[in-house]
């Protein structure tokens, strides 16, 4: 069987032999032929499939990892307190966090008599209880895995809207001689607002499953609550408006854009080289490109004025793939090749910063769905998004079209 290390390193080969044959068919003007080039997309599309292989097999074994820890605990005399290894003292768990919370979660979700009363640590206000903590850590690690933005970012808690101190310009030192005045500087502030917009999400489950004890529904709501807030999140966190949803990367452009490409649909070596270097270099050390799939496919022939590859394949596992030395990360939502669009984001995305507003919640429904045999359940998140630093990430725009 196959390992992402084994095939990392067969789809490194194929990409060094995919750069050879294509160093070889061109001809004195630079091109090559029409069966090269058929050639070479085969090539280049091998190469594109094994990268997709490798993130599925390396998201199958994080996965096994988390499903094979240690569920249970040993029994011991002290009820309130368990000594580790290190001599610390780990308090029992209490409010949303303890087993007597979850147990009667589990038992609302199925809409069965509780067992304690334990869920008076919760919070219905909304008509929901907010979901056990450790079900909302893992929605959040379940984010992470179907949002790149969010991996990326900064991430804060907020209990109401934050205002954010950003600093317009900066104190400015002048040499003064002896006994001559001292010229002022005269630093100036701004404020980013970051706010809550409502996500939410209803998923229908029959009664039947309900009723059956071996149908894992809290890793089920889980699982799909996570996809489902992750694919909306990430889609708002790239081109967002910031009506109603949070502001994406690519459409927070105000005084972010780096450079302008010289044609609407393709993108230059010199481009990309003049977008890293638009970045002030304090930046550039935890910097990243963030671009579409297929813009990938369209600079992966590249070279830099050495004649190497402006991409590089990364071998080793869980490293991204890298193009001018920096890592390189994709999402689908991000805008593609046409006249006037941002279509790469390159910088510290610590620059973007997400808000998480209190908890997540589910809420159960009855009496909507009962007609079918189904049970309704929504689940309600509040979370902005917005760059708060506009020279730390900066956009490349495509020209616009004649």
Not at 46 to 63: F, P, S, Y
Not at 208 to 233: H, I, K, M
Not at 274 to 293: A, E, H, Q, T, W
Request: aromatic share 8%; glycine share 8%; hydrophobic share 35%.
């Amino acid at each position: 069987m196959n390992t992402s290390l084994d095939l990392r390193e067969k789809r490194t080969k194929i990409w060094d032999n995919a750069k050879d044959f294509l160093d070889s068919k061109r001809g004195k003007d630079g091109l090559i032929s029409e069966e090269d080039s058929k050639t070479y997309e085969k090539m280049e599309q091998e190469v594109l499939n094994l990268g997709k292989e490798i993130d599925r097999l390396e998201k199958q074994t994080a996965i096994d990892l988390e499903l094979s820890k240690v569920t249970s605990k040993p029994i011991l005399n002290s009820p309130k307190f368990l000594e580790i290894s290190k001599g610390e003292i780990n308090r029992e768990k209490i409010g949303r966090a303890s087993d007597e919370y979850k147990a009667d979660f589990g038992r609302l979700l199925r809409c069965k008599p509780l067992i304690h009363n334990a869920m008076s640590e919760g919070v219905d206000t909304d008509g929901g209880f907010l979901v056990p903590t450790e079900m909302e850590k893992q929605i959040v690690t379940d984010l992470a895995e179907y949002n790149v933005i969010r991996s990326l970012a900064k991430t804060i808690n907020t209990s109401s809207e934050r205002k954010i101190p950003v600093a317009a310009t900066h104190s400015t030192a002048t040499w003064t001689a002896e006994n001559a005045a001292i010229t002022e500087s005269d630093p100036t502030f701004s404020q980013i607002m970051i706010d809550a917009f409502k996500l939410t999400d209803l998923v229908k489950v029959s009664i039947e499953l309900l009723q059956d004890s071996a149908f894992d529904l809290e890793t089920y709501l889980s699982n799909e609550f996570a996809r489902a807030f992750g694919v909306a999140e990430e889609e708002s966190f790239c081109v967002g408006t910031g009506t109603g949803q949070p502001t994406g990367i690519f459409t927070d452009n105000g005084g972010s854009i780096g450079v302008t490409a010289n044609s609407p649909t393709a993108i230059t070596v010199d481009n990309l080289i003049d977008l890293v270097y638009s970045l002030k270099s304090p930046y550039r050390g935890n910097s990243c490109f963030i671009m579409k799939d297929i813009t990938v496919s369209a600079i992966r022939k590249l070279k830099d004025g050495n004649g190497a590859y402006l991409w590089q394949p990364s071998s080793q596992a869980g490293q991204p793939d890298r193009l001018l030395g920096y890592p390189l990360y994709t999402s689908p939502y991000v805008p593609a090749l046409a006249a006037n669009a941002y279509t790469v984001a390159f910088g510290d995305m610590t620059n973007f910063w997400i808000a998480d507003r209190m908890g997540r919640t589910i809420a159960r429904l009855n009496e909507l769905y009962a007609g079918n045999g189904q049970v309704g359940f929504i689940a309600t998140e509040r979370v902005d998004g917005k760059v708060v630093m506009n020279e730390g990430i900066k956009l490349l725009k495509m020209a616009a079209g004649s």
